[in-house]
């Protein structure tokens, strides 16, 4: 197993070299203000291979611009996930594993993903900042095929904006007497927007009242003055639950998505099916990229997407209301990036995220940050069939259909009664 720990301290945060102390199988690190990444790299071997992930390959295909496959659930928890690393990896490992495992419970983001062709597991957690607000603490390797590498690094003022350029300090624990300077640079696909240049947050709401079908608002509290670059376009990428839905013949109506604030529908796959309820549904929901209008001014605007809502499974509580959640969009700038540009050489990218597979390799983005209180959410109540009221509805369901149908049959024998009476008094007036 090896191991990557990278400290991302802003450069107002003052540093000092006496913060890190060299030991002989340890580095102890004391009141460091930073962002964290711990990157963990299992082999083969150490996957129990009761849980190995070798058959993957059988139903992926290729492995270079994005994944094949791509699946969401909400995860309230990754309890599961960490008492799962506790006793399978942890448990032959020193006592620090249990304790950094743990702390996985805090992370800003994880990211697991596997190599089919290389047959290594790797697990990317990200903390934005420490939980007690400074990372204090001893780390050592956890057995003799353990290696770690530290990193302390700021992010330097780059020459070019597509590159980003980190300065600081690397160890090799165990192998490493004291730190070593070091200064990179490599183009990053991802960037955040700098403001003011252009508008950088934006938020998101369900219109009220909701429905079956409701609207998506996307907010942005100013207009963009210009993109990052020439060759930019703002997009909004959607991950959908099966439950909900774009009807994209409605949004192949040009007229109708401009009126929305969007410009074009570029991209929809999975569940879309217009008429089938989320019982049917085999998939796990669809995503959606829109590529969205760059309005003029610089006064508040916002987007509206129409979505609707699948007949949901019965609930056999009172109230024949349910909850639905809806995850907010990711919006970003889409830039065509220089030529000659190697994205591959960046140590931390990011990949297979949804909707970078939908673009060129040489693509880059450009981050709106969302502006929420709370989780990136969106909850509404919707309607369902409450069972308590089902032999009701059944009954009247069959008394509607049964008057119709009496009805229908009451106007068809008064039309064959009345029809010949009727041209028998008109033959009667013409003779």
């Not at 800003?108 to 089919?116: I, Q």
Request: charged residues 25%.
């Amino acid at each position: 197993m090896r191991r990557r720990i990278t400290f991302l301290h802003r450069s107002e945060d003052a540093f000092a070299p006496s913060q890190l102390r060299t030991e002989k199988k340890a580095l102890q690190v004391s009141d460091l203000k930073a962002a964290r990444e711990d990157r963990f790299t299992f082999g083969f071997e150490d996957i129990p291979q009761e849980d190995s992930f070798s058959k993957i390959s059988e139903i992926s295909e290729r492995f270079s611009a994005s994944s094949t496959f791509q699946y969401y659930q909400l995860l309230p928890s990754i309890d599961v996930l960490v008492e799962y690393l506790k006793h399978k990896i942890c448990a032959s490992l020193d006592s620090a594993c249990s304790q950094r495992v743990n702390s996985l419970l805090a992370a800003s983001y994880l990211d697991l993903d596997y190599d089919s062709l290389s047959h290594v597991v790797v697990l990317n957690a990200f903390w934005q900042d420490a939980p007690t607000g400074q990372w204090t603490e001893r780390i050592e390797t956890w057995s003799d095929s353990d290696k770690v590498e530290v990193g302390v690094l700021v992010n330097e003022r780059s020459p070019e904006p597509e590159e980003l350029t980190l300065g600081g300090s690397l160890t090799v624990v165990g192998e490493d007497e004291k730190s070593s300077a070091t200064l990179f640079s490599f183009p990053s696909r991802h960037h955040p927007l700098q403001p003011p240049a252009t508008s950088s947050k934006f938020s998101a709401s369900i219109l009220s009242p909701s429905g079956l079908h409701p609207t998506m608002r996307l907010s942005f509290p100013r207009a963009p003055v210009s993109p990052p670059a020439s060759l930019c376009a703002l997009h909004a990428y959607f991950t959908l639950p099966s439950y909900i839905f774009v009807d994209k013949y409605q949004l192949s109506d040009e007229m109708f998505v401009r009126s929305k604030g969007i410009h074009t529908m570029r991209d929809v796959s999975g569940e879309t099916d217009l008429e089938a309820p989320d019982w049917v549904v085999k998939k796990w929901g669809s995503t959606v990229l829109l590529e969205l209008l760059k309005p003029q001014g610089r006064s508040a605007w916002h987007v509206d997407l129409p979505l609707h809502l699948r007949y949901l499974s019965p609930s056999h509580e009172d109230g024949g209301m349910t909850t639905v959640e809806v995850p907010w969009p990711a919006v970003f700038w889409a830039c065509e990036a220089e030529d000659g540009l190697k994205m591959s050489v960046n140590p931390f990218d990011r990949t297979n995220l949804g909707y970078d597979g939908l673009f060129g390799p040489k693509t880059m983005f450009y981050h709106l940050s969302p502006e929420s209180n709370g989780t990136l959410i969106e909850k509404m109540e919707v309607p369902v069939l409450n069972m308590a009221y089902a032999p009701y509805v059944e009954s009247g369901t069959v008394t509607a259909v049964l008057l119709g149908f009496l009805w229908i049959c009451w106007k068809l024998w008064q039309s064959t009664v009345e029809g010949p009476e009727q041209e028998a008094e008109v033959y009667d007036k013409d003779t």
